[in-house]
């Protein structure tokens, strides 16, 4: 089989004599790199598992990183949520579709962040609270239609386990299967998030919070959604370097 050679004169040969893959998401001018120097066409994908990061970057972001990710789409924020002159005069009075589209992806990934910072920065939550009504509705107790109903509830509870607890529920020790229910998922004696994970809870949180608030649930979500995020709560205990008392961000308004 034809063998080509990379910028630094390593052969390659797509994989065929030397047992090494082409992953598609390697730099492409090192070897194996395959996207432009591969004469075969032959890409492989990089299993998921090995990437070790959500697609926005480092897993979990933590204060600095919402604190970061806050200051990228002020501007944003600003154009969409305020479109007359933008937040200067307060949080907006409503949320639009477009506003939505560009505030809740970091208030689902950051919402421990907003929490935390609710008496120092109010309008964050204040626009979160309309942008999910924008998203999911209003919430109305003891309803089977709209905003976590009942069979909605049912559904994110069934799917935690496949979600958060490991192939074989191995992270969830003490989740009973027939009712269903949110624990913490354990790995070697520490709460454990993957990627995966994070994104099905935040989700959840954002949909089904007005639900759980003041519940035994919420008290586990909460806590466990500081560790998917790399929040640490407000509150008793040893404060992280990066709480978000010690992180400086440019607000939107």
């Given at each position: 089989?034809?063998?080509?050679?990379?910028?630094?004169?390593?052969a390659?040969?797509?994989?065929?004599?030397?047992?090494?893959?082409?992953?598609?998401?390697?730099?492409?001018?090192?070897?194996?790199?395959?996207?432009?120097?591969?004469?075969?066409?032959?890409?492989?994908?990089r299993?998921?598992?090995?990437h070790g990061?959500?697609?926005?970057?480092?897993?979990?972001i933590?204060?600095a990183?919402?604190?970061a990710?806050?200051?990228?789409?002020?501007?944003?924020?600003?154009n969409?949520?305020?479109?007359?002159?933008?937040c200067?005069?307060g949080?907006?009075?409503?949320?639009?579709?477009?506003?939505?589209?560009v505030?809740?992806?970091f208030?689902?990934?950051?919402?421990?962040?907003?929490?935390?910072?609710?008496?120092?920065?109010?309008?964050?939550?204040?626009?979160?609270?309309?942008?999910?009504?924008?998203?999911?509705?209003?919430?109305?107790p003891n309803?089977?239609?709209?905003?976590?109903?009942?069979?909605?509830?049912a559904?994110?509870?069934?799917?935690?386990?496949p979600?958060?607890?490991?192939?074989?529920?191995?992270?969830?020790?003490g989740?009973?299967?027939?009712?269903?229910?949110?624990?913490t998922p354990?790995?070697?004696?520490?709460?454990?998030?993957?990627?995966?994970?994070?994104?099905?809870?935040?989700?959840?949180?954002?949909?089904?919070?007005?639900?759980?608030?003041?519940?035994?649930?919420?008290a586990?979500?909460s806590a466990?959604?500081?560790?998917?995020?790399?929040?640490?709560?407000?509150?008793?205990?040893?404060r992280?370097?990066?709480?978000?008392?010690?992180?400086?961000?440019?607000?939107?308004?």
């Amino acid at each position: 089989m034809q063998s080509t050679v990379d910028v630094h004169g390593n052969a390659m040969d797509a994989g065929a004599n030397d047992m090494v893959c082409n992953l598609a998401d390697v730099d492409a001018t090192t070897s194996q790199g395959a996207t432009t120097r591969n004469p075969y066409d032959t890409l492989y994908e990089r299993p998921a598992d090995t990437h070790g990061a959500q697609a926005g970057g480092a897993f979990p972001i933590g204060a600095a990183g919402c604190s970061a990710m806050l200051s990228r789409i002020s501007t944003r924020v600003n154009n969409q949520c305020c479109p007359a002159g933008g937040c200067s005069n307060g949080a907006p009075t409503d949320c639009s579709e477009q506003c939505s589209a560009v505030w809740m992806p970091f208030a689902q990934q950051c919402s421990e962040f907003i929490k935390t910072n609710r008496f120092q920065n109010p309008e964050l939550l204040a626009i979160t609270d309309k942008c999910e009504r924008e998203e999911y509705g209003r919430y109305k107790p003891n309803s089977n239609h709209g905003r976590c109903s009942d069979s909605d509830l049912a559904t994110f509870y069934s799917e935690f386990a496949p979600a958060c607890c490991g192939p074989t529920a191995s992270y969830c020790p003490g989740l009973d299967a027939v009712n269903p229910t949110l624990v913490t998922p354990m790995m070697n004696g520490q709460p454990h998030c993957d990627a995966g994970c994070a994104t099905f809870v935040e989700e959840f949180h954002s949909e089904c919070h007005p639900r759980i608030d003041g519940t035994a649930d919420e008290a586990t979500l909460s806590a466990f959604l500081g560790v998917c995020q790399g929040i640490t709560p407000q509150g008793g205990g040893h404060r992280r370097a990066e709480d978000d008392s010690e992180v400086a961000y440019e607000p939107i308004v």
